[in-house]
């Protein structure tokens, strides 16, 4: 079993930057593909990001691309997300997670979730 723990979430201001890591322990992540998910009071929790464990391939929520960055290093056993001109609309609790399958944008195809990570901006 994998656990996951996502850390460097905050509170920013309009146009900032945060980078989330998480952090896998217990199972190598490096043959898994990987995703964050976010979810915003009173709302689903809906697709971020992804990187497949092959090639790295990286896919994106319309709402996010040019502006987030998913990466992994295997080496570390971790995932990133460079967040980057950030918007009020991007306040979320953000979730990584683990794929028992290939990129795909439903929470189902996941088998092991963080517990998240607040991010908060404002304007």
């Known amino acids: 079993q994998v656990q996951l723990v996502e850390s460097g979430g905050g509170l920013v201001q309009a146009g900032g930057s945060l980078r989330l890591s998480c952090a896998a322990s217990g199972r190598a992540i490096s043959s898994y593909s990987m995703a964050w998910f976010r979810q915003a009071p009173g709302k689903e929790r809906e697709f971020v990001a992804a990187i497949s464990w092959y090639v790295g391939t990286t896919h994106y929520a319309d709402s996010v691309k040019d502006r987030f960055t998913v990466s992994r290093d295997n080496a570390k056993n971790t995932v990133y997300l460079q967040m980057s001109s950030l918007k009020p609309e991007d306040t979320a609790v953000y979730y990584c997670?683990?794929?028992?399958?290939?990129?795909?944008?439903?929470?189902?195809?996941?088998?092991?979730w963080g517990q998240g990570t607040q991010v908060t901006v404002s304007s």
């Open positions: 997670a683990r794929s028992s399958g290939s990129v795909a944008y439903q929470t189902s195809t996941y088998d092991s």
